[in-house]
């Protein structure tokens, strides 16, 4: 299987992130996808490659060009306006009671001058640091994306896009949950555009995409269907429940299936037939997998109970849907396990038996040792 890969996310290095007003050890790390890298070069079985620039078209095609100008110039505004702090994170976030009762009528909300207002204009939250080279890897993980599109609509059955930044809590004109632009709306969209085909998205991370859900939510043409803890308990908490599923064109073409804390692997398996399903049902030839991975059970920021063996049986359940897969990473958290969480994924979708990985010689650095 080809795997597309950028060292450019190396500049997106977070150390903190502020979680319900506190500072802690940032999950969302370089390691991370340093870890799936040698694991994947380890097995044999793939070939790295780095992502082609296909500029913004792609981007403003899901994106509000907003967001695009925001992220492209936050740094240097940062840098510029003399604050003396080591990211970019909102002062005040701009929630609907700010302006209650007055949109319309003439009045339009304003993006602000300050840079810590300016980012609270377009972000979720408060756990979606910008530094230095946030966007520079963020545009990388886009157009990993697009290459592994590039890939499966030249003829593979199927492309990994190693993404990270992750990508699908961005919303059209929003950024948070660790993600920037969304990369798998943004790679359905660019199939729909090339092919003229319905697209499926597929999202197994343990959090609801809701900037996907959000941004193909008029729209018949993508279906999406998401795997997640249930928002009740978890991020993001505003989206994700089982009865959202679309409005106009796109009513039925949003499944959501909250699982339940503590999911076993057999109950996992028992919903995810659900969501095959509904794909099967869909016209198209591709599917576009949001592979998150922190479903697993020792992951920090998650609850299920999910083994790595399992993940084996999961990528082969969603290739014998008999469909081209584009698949991007998502999330996934604890570090150790997730390269093997990873392979094991791939080696289900590429039928190849599971079995453990060999020595990576990976340190903590993300070099071999």
């Not at 699982?259 to 599917?287: F, H, K, M, T, W």
């Not at 993940?311 to 997730?338: C, F």
Request: aromatic fraction near 8%; charge should be negative.
């Amino acid at each position: 299987m080809r795997v597309v890969y950028s060292p450019l996310h190396l500049g997106h290095e977070i150390v903190t992130e502020t979680v319900m007003g506190l500072p802690v050890p940032a999950n969302e790390v370089a390691e991370r996808a340093e870890r799936i890298r040698t694991t994947l070069e380890a097995d044999g079985g793939y070939t790295l490659e780095p992502p082609s620039d296909h500029g913004d078209g792609p981007i403003l095609a899901v994106h509000d060009a907003g967001l695009l100008r925001f992220l492209s110039e936050a740094w240097q505004e940062h840098r510029a306006q003399g604050i003396p702090r080591p990211s970019l994170i909102p002062e005040t976030l701009f929630v609907r009671g700010y302006v209650e009762g007055m949109v319309g009528d003439g009045f339009t909300p304003r993006e602000p001058a300050f840079i810590g207002g300016r980012a609270g204009f377009y972000a979720l939250d408060t756990s979606t640091p910008i530094v230095a080279g946030t966007y520079t890897a963020a545009r990388a993980s886009v157009d990993v994306a697009l290459t592994a599109v590039d890939a499966v609509l030249g003829g593979e059955d199927a492309a990994y896009g190693l993404c990270r930044p992750p990508g699908h809590h961005a919303g059209r004109s929003t950024y948070g949950g660790y993600c920037f632009f969304n990369n798998a709306a943004i790679a359905a969209q660019a199939i729909t555009e090339r092919t003229g085909e319905r697209v499926a998205i597929l999202d197994v991370d343990y959090h609801h995409g809701n900037g996907t859900q959000q941004i193909f939510w008029r729209r018949g043409d993508v279906l999406y269907v998401s795997l997640h803890g249930d928002p009740t308990r978890q991020y993001p908490y505003y989206l994700g429940y089982a009865d959202e599923v679309g409005v106009g064109a796109g009513r039925g073409a949003n499944l959501n299936l909250p699982l339940p804390a503590g999911c076993s692997n057999a109950q996992y398996l028992e919903v995810l037939e659900r969501g095959l399903e509904r794909i099967a049902d869909e016209p198209g030839s591709i599917v576009v997998v949001s592979l998150g991975l922190d479903t697993y059970g020792e992951d920090p920021i998650g609850d299920l109970a999910l083994t790595t063996d399992v993940y084996h049986e999961v990528g082969r359940r969603v290739a014998a849907l008999g469909r081209k897969l584009v698949i991007l990473q998502e999330g996934g958290y604890h570090r150790p396990a997730l390269g093997e969480n990873v392979r094991a994924w791939l080696r289900g979708v590429d039928g190849r038996p599971y079995d453990p990985t060999p020595a990576t010689g990976f340190t903590a650095a993300g070099t071999r040792g």
